[in-house]
DNA sequence: GTAGGGTTAG
């Protein structure tokens, strides 16, 4: 290991890689903890050669129902409807695979369950369930999002003695797990390390780095990064340049911003509607409606479609200039246009007619809003706007 | 087959 230059709460990271330059170095060894990972794995037999062939009725429809619930998709899963769908694996005979589990577990922690997948991971490996690489991986972006990392590089260890090679997924969980406690030159050095291990990182990692750094105000850093990357021929996409973008904004730096997105224009770099957004909803609060628009027809003529929170800016803009009669013609138009209001944009020109004393137009708007449907009601800002109005 | 990043509205 060539490098040596960690500061001292870096040290789990040399722990970790030196687990792993122990076990490069023993190859037959890796080999043979495989083996008898397959051998000892209480799991191993069952996963293909069921325990109760022609077993109840109950469990067949159990097993078919999990195998449908995993394909049908399970977006924005709620904790009830996990646990249940993984009590149903767990019953299920033969038992499911490690690769059924970890279509769940990835599932749950998109909703950002992370507790969760972590309790239900560790209930798979009671029921005798071995992990694999997938689902360690899964196991250490939940520890990375927990603000964990001591956790999460010890499930790096596991994965090692269990004889898997770390890939560039593995790394880029936790140099994004070391960005988001702030240790973006450890999340640097673990890059070099991957380097020296020729894991190439890709366009991800370094979009990670550049968050990190943005998260850390380090503008500058990130600039030079970006233009690194374009002159070894890596070329950045509009998330690269997002967290930059949305810095500059939030420190009133709006005109840089526009530099910037004239910039990613010359560099062919395609913008999305985030980051139209981001500009835009900048120029909404400094009270520059007008370049806020321009911009808005600029990203419609370019066939990137506003969204609700493109229009929940303006309308938001228009209240802030006393344009009421604007925003609530905005809030017509989008509905028009195929966009759905939610609590937020109806809150923006409910707050500001009560603010105005309007209480008729901001009737008008209420109704209209539960008569859109939805628990709009419980929201407790748009509570505020009411007990306000009453008052 | 499944795992990783990210920026936006009150």
């Avoid at 062939?53 to 399970?74: A, F, N, P, T, V």
Wanted: aromatic share 6%; glycine share 8%; charged share 20%.
């Amino acid at each position: 290991m060539k490098r040596c230059g960690f500061s001292a709460n870096a040290s789990t990271i040399k722990i970790v890689m030196d687990i792993f330059e122990e076990k490069k170095q023993t190859m037959l060894c890796r080999r043979l903890v495989l083996v008898s990972r397959i051998l000892s794995s209480p799991s191993g037999g069952t996963l293909t050669t069921p325990l109760l062939s022609g077993g109840s009725s109950d469990r067949k429809m159990s097993s078919s129902s999990y195998k449908e619930r995993l394909r049908s998709g399970i977006i924005g899963i709620k904790k009830d409807d996990a646990v249940t769908l993984f009590q149903s694996m767990i019953q299920s005979r033969p038992l499911p695979t490690v690769v059924d589990f970890s279509r769940l577990f990835s599932g749950i922690a998109r909703t950002k369950q992370y507790d969760l997948v972590l309790s239900l991971c560790n209930q798979m490996e009671l029921q005798g369930i071995a992990h694999n690489n997938y689902t360690l991986c899964i196991m250490i972006n939940c520890f990375c999002r927990r603000h964990n990392l001591g956790f999460a590089f010890s499930v790096m260890g596991k994965m090692f003695k269990l004889g898997y090679e770390p890939n560039t997924i593995t790394f880029s969980t936790l140099i994004n797990g070391l960005c988001l406690e702030g240790r973006v030159s450890e999340a640097v050095e673990l890059v070099d390390h991957m380097v020296d291990m020729k894991v190439i990182p890709n366009l991800i990692i370094l979009n990670t780095i550049v968050n990190g750094l943005c998260l850390q105000d380090r503008l500058s850093e990130a600039m030079s990064l970006i233009d690194r990357m374009l002159a070894n021929g890596c070329q950045p996409d509009a998330v690269t340049y997002g967290p930059v973008l949305n810095r500059m904004c939030k420190s009133g730096n709006t005109a840089s911003a526009l530099d910037l997105l004239g910039k990613m224009e010359l560099r062919k770099i395609k913008p999305q509607v985030v980051t139209y957004n981001i500009i835009i909803d900048s120029l909404c609060k400094d009270g520059s409606l007008e370049d806020a628009l321009c911009l808005f027809n600029e990203m419609e003529t370019k066939g990137i479609k506003a969204n609700v929170i493109t229009y929940t800016s303006l309308i938001g803009g228009f209240c802030s200039a006393g344009r009421w009669d604007d925003g609530a013609q905005l809030l017509r138009d989008m509905i028009t246009r195929g966009v759905t209001p939610n609590v937020v944009t109806f809150n923006a020109l409910i707050d500001s007619f009560v603010k105005e004393g309007q209480l008729t137009e901001a009737k008008k708007l209420y109704n209209e809003m539960i008569t859109r449907g939805t628990n709009m009601l419980l929201d407790g800002r748009m509570k505020k706007s009411f007990l306000d109005m009453l008052s």
